[in-house]
Every structure is written in structure tokens, then in C-alpha cells.
């Protein structure tokens, strides 16, 4: 597993000359990238959502298209539209802003329910179908949505089932003073994205996705990040439990995890470290704990303590 930790350290040491300080969250990013799983970014204005995406396109050579959504956007906006040639006398399909291998959707929350709705099939088949025909969406296919958690004024919550294709839930946050005086340095003279070069090539990319998936997880590992999901479904503060698509976001993203430190198997560690931005997002509190302000992540929190770990046993 070293090829695969050596090129997720060279993306990641390109993209931190962007995104200043924020090593974890950047991994976070990679591992979703490495298991071909889209993420949510859920944070205010101005932290570097849009950078990060941008920067992460670059580092792989990848191609790069932006959706700003807004309330009047239609779906057709967003895979694409059958227009008539006349010169041909043929319908020609025009592709959207989805056809691209990494798309940043710029506050998802604010489209409609019909345009968000446009994304599940991308998101899920990595295909979208216009006027009966289905087209092919390039690999790699990364979705990067954001949406700001503070304002909910003219905005459409996300669905479960949209909340359920995100592999993972992340937060970049505020930088430290020492980064946001790092990042004025940075910024002197020309925004460092655009000096940035490429890191590695798509090809490097999709040979690491691939051996990702060798990586071994022991069957007591596997009961465990099941045990876990389970104790989403029977908690008293929660009205809707994660489902089988959160056992397989935390199994994938954990042998990513693993891939990316060098090693070929998945020990509890992995699991727990991406429990939260795997599982959080897909819970819904009930009612009554929601009058007490019980948060989704004090839920996983909890039951990451009271479950218990599995511990070591030979490998034959």
C-alpha cells in the first residue's frame, strides 16, 4: 500500500498550499476520492469549500465545473438538454455541468427538491439519463456539495435518500490565527490555486482506487463497524437509524483510511476515526430529543464509548 500512501501524500502536499492548515480535513477528501464516494461540506461563507474543490481538481488533472445553485434552476440545468440542429434535423444532446470528474454543487440546500433530485442518479449510477438516453459520466466522479448550516432562509433541506448518497459529512472550520496569517502571506500577490500544478494523473488515481479495495478487514472488524451501525437503528434519540449504505460508507472508507497511512489491513482505529463524518449526516433525531437538543454527533459519540472493540487475533 505504499504506492497508494504515496499518492495520496503528494495530493495532499500539493492541496495544503491552498487550503492551509487543514491536513485532516484534506484526508477526509481523499479518502472519499479513493473509495468513489461524494461528500457534503457543511460550513459557513469564506472557509475554503470552493478552493478546496478546485484544488483537489488540479493536484489530479482532473475536469472541474461549478453549479451555483439557486431556486429557479430547472434539472435540465444541471445534466443537460436535447436541442434540435437544423442543419442535421437531429436532437443533439448538450451536456450539463454534471459531465465533469469532480463538480463542486455551491449550496446545494438552495435549488429546489426536483433540480436536487437531478444528482441522485449521477450520484449513485455515475450516469444520467436525458429524453430516454443514458449517458456515461467519466471516471473518476467525485460530487462536492456544500451548504451552509447557519442560514435557512430560502433554502430546501437536503432529503434522507440525498443525505444518504453522501459517503461522508465534513467541516473545515475556522482556521488558527497562525494559518489565517499564513494564508494572507499566501495571498499577496496571486491566489496560490491558480499557481498550484498537477500532482499526479488520472491514471495514478484509478490504479489506487483499485488497490484500495484489496485492502483486508478481518471479520471481527466487520462486526464491529456493523454493531456500530446497528446501534444507530435501536438508540432512544433516534426516529431513523443509519442504513446499510452507512455500513458500507464507514467499511470502504476505512480501508481507504488504512490504504493511506501504508497499511494493507483495517485495524478499530480506522473505524472509529470515521465514524462521525460517515454516519452523523444520516441520522434523524426524534422529536422529543430534539426538544432537548440532542445533536446526531453526541449520538455516534456515545456509541462509539459504549460499544466495545474488538481486540487482535493472529492472521492465518
Not at 457534503?40 to 451555483?68: H, N, W, Y
Amino acid at each position: 500500500m505504499n504506492d497508494v500512501q504515496a499518492i495520496a501524500e503528494k495530493v495532499i502536499h500539493n492541496v495544503e498550499k491552498v487550503i492551509i492548515g487543514k491536513y485532516e480535513e484534506i484526508r477526509l477528501t481523499l479518502v472519499g476520492l479513493l473509495c468513489r464516494g461524494h461528500l457534503l461540506i457543511e460550513d459557513v461563507p469564506g472557509v475554503g469549500k470552493t478552493m478546496l474543490a478546485r484544488s483537489i481538481a488540479k493536484s489530479i488533472g482532473c475536469t472541474f465545473r461549478r453549479i451555483q445553485f439557486t431556486p429557479d434552476m430547472l434539472p435540465s440545468d444541471v445534466t443537460g438538454v436535447s436541442v434540435f440542429n437544423q442543419k442535421t434535423r437531429e436532437f443533439e444532446f448538450r451536456p450539463g455541468p454534471v459531465m465533469a470528474q469532480i463538480v463542486l454543487t455551491d449550496e446545494i440546500n438552495r435549488a429546489t427538491p426536483k433540480t436536487q433530485s437531478a444528482l441522485l442518479e449521477a450520484m449513485q449510477e455515475q450516469q444520467v439519463t436525458v429524453d430516454g438516453i443514458t449517458y456515461p459520466i467519466p471516471e473518476p466522479f467525485l460530487v462536492l456539495a456544500t451548504q451552509n448550516p447557519i442560514e435557512y432562509e430560502g433554502t430546501f433541506p437536503l432529503p434522507e435518500a440525498q443525505l444518504d448518497r453522501f459517503m461522508m459529512r465534513i467541516s473545515l472550520g475556522y482556521p488558527s490565527p497562525e494559518h489565517e496569517i499564513a494564508i494572507l502571506d499566501s495571498q499577496q500577490y496571486v491566489h496560490p490555486v491558480e499557481t498550484i500544478e498537477q500532482a499526479i494523473d488520472v491514471r495514478e488515481l484509478l490504479d489506487a482506487q483499485e488497490k484500495v479495495k484489496e485492502v483486508y478487514v478481518d471479520p471481527l472488524i466487520k462486526e464491529y463497524i456493523v454493531t456500530l451501525v446497528n446501534a444507530t437503528r435501536h438508540h432512544p434519540d433516534i426516529y431513523l437509524g443509519a442504513s446499510p449504505r452507512g455500513s458500507l460508507a464507514l467499511y470502504q472508507t476505512s480501508r481507504a483510511r488504512a490504504a493511506i497511512l501504508g497499511r494493507d489491513y483495517v485495524i478499530p482505529d480506522d473505524v472509529k476515526a470515521l465514524a462521525m463524518p460517515a454516519l452523523a449526516h444520516r441520522l434523524i433525531v426524534s422529536p422529543s430529543a430534539r426538544i432537548q437538543e440532542v445533536d446526531p454527533k453526541t449520538v455516534v459519540e456515545e456509541i462509539l464509548k459504549s460499544v466495545p472493540v474488538p481486540g487482535a487475533r493472529v492472521r492465518v
